[in-house]
């Protein structure tokens, strides 16, 4: 009785598909350091993801659907599919803290012409109970409405640009933060998947 014993040469898959997802893995990490005001970053990773979506249906065409287990380059390629989209959710969300803390800064800003005006406006033409005194408490009086007016903008401008620093602080630092656990998972991964297909 013969045996014939059939392998398949793991270069094919190493070039095609190992390598390529490495690499789309490294891009993705590479893009935490892309400028997050503008939506290149997202949009950048969410290319990285469909490419993956193509390199996941060149590998079903490829691999054997008869196959109990499911082989190991398959969960490589599924565990890099789900890592670029828990890295899209995070990027996500941190576009949302920054955009609303620039919200609120665009609106202080918009409040803070809109008192200055009013103060020149005043200034222009006083009320008819002022015009009836002299010229010097008229003076004083608007002196005091304008300091008035500029204290208020100013305590508003301290409390929405202390809102808009705690938002943008917390961004930077959840980026940070998912940088770091995002590099260990990959080593982690890359260590695991070596250990199991090179005995």
């Not at 990490?29 to 390199?55: N, P, Q, R, Y």
């Not at 109990?68 to 990027?91: H, N, R, W």
Request: aromatic residues 10%; contains cysteine; positive net charge.
């Amino acid at each position: 009785m013969k045996h014939i014993n059939l392998k398949r040469r793991p270069l094919l898959y190493v070039i095609n598909i190992i390598v390529p997802v490495f690499f789309f893995l490294v891009l993705d990490v590479a893009s935490f350091f892309i400028d997050t005001h503008g939506e290149d970053k997202l949009s950048f990773k969410v290319t990285l993801l469909l490419s993956i979506s193509v390199m996941l249906l060149i590998l079903s065409n490829t691999l054997p659907s008869t196959a109990q287990d499911i082989p190991l380059i398959g969960i490589y390629c599924c565990a890099v599919f789900c890592l670029i989209g828990i890295s899209i959710v995070e990027t996500i969300f941190v576009n949302y803290l920054k955009a609303k803390g620039a919200k609120k800064r665009s609106v202080e800003t918009t409040s803070t012409v809109s008192g200055q005006d009013g103060g020149v406006k005043h200034q222009q033409n006083p009320p008819d109970s002022v015009i009836y005194e002299n010229e010097e408490q008229s003076y004083t009086l608007e002196l005091l409405k304008q300091i008035l007016t500029e204290c208020w903008a100013a305590t508003q401008r301290k409390q929405r640009q202390k809102t808009f620093l705690s938002l943008t602080s917390v961004a930077r630092v959840i980026d940070k933060t998912f940088l770091v656990l995002y590099i260990i998972t990959i080593i982690v991964l890359l260590s695991v998947l070596g250990k199991r297909w090179i005995p």
